[in-house]
């Protein structure tokens, strides 16, 4: 819970200068800190009931969100209905394989979304939409250079790059 530590007048309103339970002084317009209002704590009070929900509600193991099947399904279906494509697949059409089809290189789920060697879910022939038998998962760095050179822009780099 906060304390009030001192009351200020700004243009939108008045201003609570309050000091949070875990220590953290934060300003706050004093609307919002009144029987009803939204604010509680600083922000720790969320922070620590999201972790414990996530914790004790659902082990680990058996939280979907933590799939990364999961969110690249959930990630295409959003882009086909953002882009008018067809969306048959269900996540278990998604299967992720030890190694980039396209690349070689082995596949790694990380938190961090510019790492190459994440799995990426790519459409075979771009355009036709999430269906069984046109995705496929590829690694990112090799749906980013597919993503937007043509074929032929790649041959004639590979040759170009052979002639050196």
Avoid at 29 to 34: D, G, P, T
Avoid at 44 to 52: L, Q, T
Avoid at 57 to 70: I, L, S, T, W
Avoid at 124 to 152: C, F, H, M
């Amino acid at each position: 819970m906060l304390c009030i530590l001192d009351i200020k007048s700004a243009p939108k309103g008045r201003i609570a200068k309050c000091l949070c339970e875990c220590g953290v002084e934060k300003n706050i317009f004093l609307y919002s800190i009144k029987p009803g209002g939204k604010v509680r704590s600083c922000g720790c009070y969320r922070k620590k009931e999201r972790a414990r929900r996530n914790t004790i509600e659902k082990p680990v193991e058996e939280r979907k969100c933590d799939d990364r099947r999961y969110k690249m399904f959930h990630n295409a279906q959003h882009r086909a209905k953002k882009k008018g494509i067809p969306f048959t697949i269900s996540i278990e059409d998604i299967i992720i394989p030890e190694t980039c089809p396209l690349l070689g290189i082995p596949l790694v789920s990380t938190n961090n979304k510019r790492d190459p060697r994440n799995p990426s879910l790519d459409q075979k022939v771009p355009g036709e939409g999430y269906t069984p038998d046109n995705i496929w998962v590829v690694s990112s760095r090799a749906n980013w250079i597919k993503s937007d050179a043509t074929l032929q822009e790649l041959k004639t780099l590979v040759e170009n790059l052979e002639a050196l």
